[in-house]
């Protein structure tokens, strides 16, 4: 049997101290350089992009996604744009596969926009870019267990497969994963004016450098992956994190390759962007990572055009996204299997969030959601027809710290917005967090694994997490559980003659 | 049919192939016994084609006959088929093999009566019960995990022989065994709802018998 060698070094500091930087190698920085790579917007997004994070808007002002009928001659597009009161900015207008990301300062409210383009009869839809939220809620730790992981039959699994191989890709679009240990020097603001800050970046210690691939930012620069929120690095950290090292925690599919896509923003990197286009102030330090649908689509096809196999979206949000949907069918078509976490707001309305809920029309797209370790619905997951599998997810109300899930994670004391003006991403520790996203990553992490396994069809893959899934609830499917609790061993193990 | 009829059947059958017998003057061969050895073309053909990529396997065993009233007579047979393949899941059709190595055992008790032509080139068919001993072992199995089941059905029989040396004859002979048993509930089985551990079996006979 497999027995994961984690904790070993990290449990006994982590119970002294609760905070332990992770790592037996020195990373070695780059020397510390403004950096050489072009910012992703340009300042007038910069506005509208802080503007929706001050103001907990649900879109990024004066952007509209369009997508024309076929046979649409580019005059014919021109007229129907002309509805747009206002100019449209050419600089900042591009192509998303056949979905036109179309600016205007002139228009802030996309919603009146979008309703305007849908009555042209040149455009198939138009909507918004909405800004989709991480699902993450954060917890302090006591101390750090990995009962998740046992909850799925992973150390059995693992016996089967162990850890997949390298042949497979997973695609995290999410905040990032740090690609490259350097410094770079980005101005921000420190309360009075604006200064050159080193800012140092460390790639995650528990996942080798040789199983990261470069990946591609869509909202920050053009320069390497970079995490300013941790969250990413975390969901990374379930389904690849090194095991059997001796080193910090585990991952199921730890011998997978990643491909960090960036397409959230947290607030460091809304911070610096403000900085660097002169924008004086804080922006607000209660927002989560926000993820335009424009770069969420982007990068869910970019994964499928660039070999991934499997793609977690950990974030979603409340108004349909076409873009998304027309994303999420070319990914699964080209033979992606796609894990989409189902939502956190159960107490909060339980509203149906987007792309999560189109899972159902998907074959080879799932919806998850989170289980505590009791196997009982975590409070916040939401609930509702759409849902389609859960996993562990963790729930502090159901277990205290230790009922939540932890992974190698960036050590967030180095950059807490309240306290913090200089931050540093270069420190680890045993990250607490829970959430439909971190339930999302059990399900790509186990894909990952059945795709290695031999069921390289995403709709194969899901109606096998389903058929083996540990019905638990109402009976049959239902709304709290879905099809039930994944159960990664008898998955992988599949079906014989008789049994 | 309950094990316990099905042993009063075996030891009836064993007795009069072992014992003396003054019946039967019509047939060179009173009392034989004999080998098989043959192929079988299992009935749950998806599923086996599934994990295995074939629904055929060899067979071989043995028995004994004895006639015990003009040309009626008694058989008594066990064969031992076996069938490596993997484990695999099923989805719309496509079969996905998992590279966990699988075996199944099935190791059939045949009881049969039936009638045999007389003189040197005889036929001879039987109808009777066959109970199929089933074990399905793959790895990374837990202890109850495994498959050990049995299932009794349906067996016919029949077959032609020549006798080529005064005691010695040779012949082949065919058996259908019709056993719903340990299949159809889950496993591959259920998918493709095949319920049968049995099948055809061809297969060459050689008889030694006074």
């Known amino acids: 049997m497999t027995t994961p060698g984690y904790h070993v070094w990290f449990r006994g500091a982590a119970l002294l101290a609760a905070v332990v930087i992770v790592g037996t190698e020195k990373p070695t920085h780059a020397q510390a350089s403004t950096a050489p790579y072009t ?30 009928r076929n046979g649409t001659s580019a005059a014919t597009q021109d007229r129907a744009m002309s509805i747009i009161r206002g100019p449209i900015d050419a600089a900042e207008t591009k192509w998303i596969g056949n979905v036109l990301l179309a600016r205007t300062t002139s228009e802030p409210d996309p919603e009146a926009a979008a309703a305007a383009l849908r009555r042209q009869p040149e455009v198939e839809w138009a909507q918004p870019n909405y800004v989709r939220r991480l699902h993450a809620t954060p917890n302090d730790p006591s101390f750090a267990r990995q009962w998740n992981f046992q909850m799925i039959e992973m150390s059995r699994a693992w016996d089967i497969n162990p850890g997949a191989n390298a042949n497979v890709v997973v695609a995290i679009i999410d905040s990032g994963i740090t690609t490259q240990s350097a410094s770079y020097t980005f101005p921000l603001w420190t309360g009075n004016n604006f200064e050159n800050v080193i800012v140092p970046f460390g790639v995650t210690p528990d996942i080798a450098s040789s199983r990261i691939l470069p990946g591609r930012d869509f909202v920050f620069w053009n320069g390497p992956v970079l995490d300013m929120d941790g969250h990413g690095t975390h969901l990374a950290g379930t389904v690849l994190e090194e095991t059997n090292n001796n080193l910090g925690l585990s991952g199921i599919a730890y011998g997978a390759r990643l491909l960090p896509l960036k397409a959230c923003y947290g607030y460091w990197d ?10 004086p102030g804080y922006v607000n330090p209660n927002e989560t990572g926000g993820c335009p649908d424009s770069a969420v689509a982007e990068a869910i096809r970019y994964a499928a055009d660039n070999g991934a196999r499997v793609i977690n979206l950990s974030l979603g949000g409340p108004f349909t996204s076409a873009i998304t949907l027309e ?5 699964v078509s080209r033979g992606v299997f796609v894990a989409m976490s189902v939502g956190n707001n159960y107490e909060r309305g339980n509203a149906t969030q987007y792309p999560a809920a189109y899972a159902p029309q998907i074959n080879g797209a799932v919806s998850v ?20 599998l859960v996993a562990p997810g963790g729930d502090v109300r159901d277990g205290g710290f230790a009922g939540v899930i932890y992974q190698v994670g960036l050590f967030d004391p180095d950059f807490d917005p309240f306290t913090v003006i200089r931050p540093r991403f270069d420190r680890y520790y045993e990250e607490p967090l829970q959430g439909t996203s971190s339930a999302a990553p059990h399900v790509a992490g186990l894909a990952t694994l059945l795709y290695s396994q031999g069921i390289t069809n995403p709709a194969a893959i899901e109606a096998a997490m389903k058929r083996f899934a540990k019905d638990i609830g109402t009976a049959g499917k239902d709304n709290e559980y879905g099809n039930g609790l994944i159960d990664a061993r008898a998955t992988l193990r599949g079906l014989g003659v008789a049994r | 049919m309950r094990p316990s009829r099905l042993f009063v059947i075996t030891a009836y059958a064993m007795a009069v192939v072992t014992l003396p017998t003054t019946a039967g003057a019509q047939n060179s061969m009173d009392v034989r016994g004999y080998f098989v050895a043959g192929s079988t073309w299992l009935t749950a053909a998806d599923s086996f084609e599934a994990v295995a990529d074939t629904n055929r396997t060899s067979n071989i065993g043995g028995g004994g ?10 058989d008594v047979a066990v064969q031992r088929m076996a069938i490596e393949g993997q484990r695999v899941f099923v989805d719309q059709g496509t079969v996905y093999p998992l590279n966990i190595p699988l075996q199944v055992t099935m190791i059939p008790f045949d009881v049969a009566a039936g009638w045999r032509t007389p003189g040197r080139v005889s036929a001879y068919g039987a109808v009777g019960v066959s109970r199929i001993s089933y074990t399905e072992r793959s790895d990374f199995a837990a202890d109850d995990e495994d498959v050990d089941d049995s299932g009794t059905g349906l067996l016919l029989l029949g077959g032609a022989d020549v006798t080529i040396w005064k005691f010695v004859s040779i012949g082949g002979e065919v058996r259908y065994r019709h056993v719903d048993g340990p299949l159809g509930e889950t496993g591959v089985s259920a998918v493709f709802g095949e319920r049968s551990i049995g099948g055809v079996a061809a297969s060459l006979r050689v008889s030694v018998g006074f």
Do not use: C
């Open chain 1, 270 to 279: 809304l911070q610096v962007l403000q900085s660097v286009f002169g924008i």
């Open chain 1, 39 to 68: 910012f992703a917007m340009t300042r007038s997004m910069v506005e509208r992009v802080t503007a929706a994070w001050n103001d907990e808007l649900p879109y990024v002002p004066g952007e509209v996604l369009v997508k024309f």
């Open chain 1, 327 to 331: 994303a999420l069918n070319y990914a």
């Open chain 2, 65 to 74: 006959a004895v006639t015990i009233w003009k040309s009626v007579f008694v």
């Open chain 1, 369 to 388: 959601g989170a289980v505590g370790a009791s196997e009982r619905r975590a409070y916040y997951s939401q609930t509702g027809e759409h849902l389609e």
